[in-house]
């Protein structure tokens, strides 16, 4: 198992890269959807209608999101993957860090690049341009 670490710094508000994390509305319109989401602890989630899904399993507002996450692709995975989400306010925006633990080793490369082309480079490319 493998850990995937990525930061990205975003040109927007805290609340804004929160929203576009929790909120379907947002998630939706950045690409990830159809999507069911909601900022609660236990809420069981739902990314590209059904193609990614997990639940929320520690949320502290506006500075982490921890969830455990499965796929399509990982169906055969013995226990789900951790996807951690932490923020951080900065002067010309947010930085956000993603950890995501225990990747089996055979699908790092892909979900590495996936994050990066499909999930928070869309998201900060949509609140960048909001």
Same mark, same amino acid.
Do not use: C, R
């Given at each position: 198992?493998?850990?995937? /670490?990525?930061?990205?710094?975003i040109? %927007?508000?805290? +609340?804004?890269? *929160? !929203?576009?994390?929790?909120d379907?509305?947002?998630?939706?319109?950045?690409?990830?959807?159809?999507?069911?989401m909601q900022?609660?602890?236990?809420?069981?989630?739902?990314l590209?209608g059904?193609?990614?899904?997990g639940k929320n399993?520690?949320?502290?507002?506006?500075? /982490?999101?921890?969830?455990?996450?499965? %796929?399509?692709? +990982?169906?055969k *995975? !013995?226990?789900p993957?951790?996807?951690t989400?932490n923020?951080l306010?900065e002067k010309?925006?947010?930085?956000?860090?993603?950890i995501h633990k225990?990747?089996?080793n055979?699908?790092?490369?892909?979900?590495d690049?996936?994050?990066?082309?499909?999930y928070?480079?869309?998201?900060?490319?949509y609140?960048?341009?909001?």
């Amino acid at each position: 198992m493998k850990t995937i /670490k990525q930061a990205y710094n975003i040109n %927007s508000s805290i +609340d804004n890269v *929160w !929203k576009a994390l929790t909120d379907s509305k947002y998630i939706d319109d950045w690409g990830g959807g159809p999507s069911k989401m909601q900022d609660k602890e236990g809420f069981e989630f739902s990314l590209w209608g059904g193609s990614i899904w997990g639940k929320n399993i520690k949320i502290i507002p506006n500075k /982490k999101l921890v969830q455990e996450w499965f %796929s399509d692709e +990982d169906k055969k *995975w !013995k226990k789900p993957s951790i996807a951690t989400f932490n923020l951080l306010e900065e002067k010309n925006g947010v930085k956000l860090e993603l950890i995501h633990k225990d990747v089996p080793n055979e699908n790092v490369k892909d979900i590495d690049q996936g994050w990066k082309d499909y999930y928070l480079g869309s998201l900060k490319d949509y609140l960048e341009q909001k």
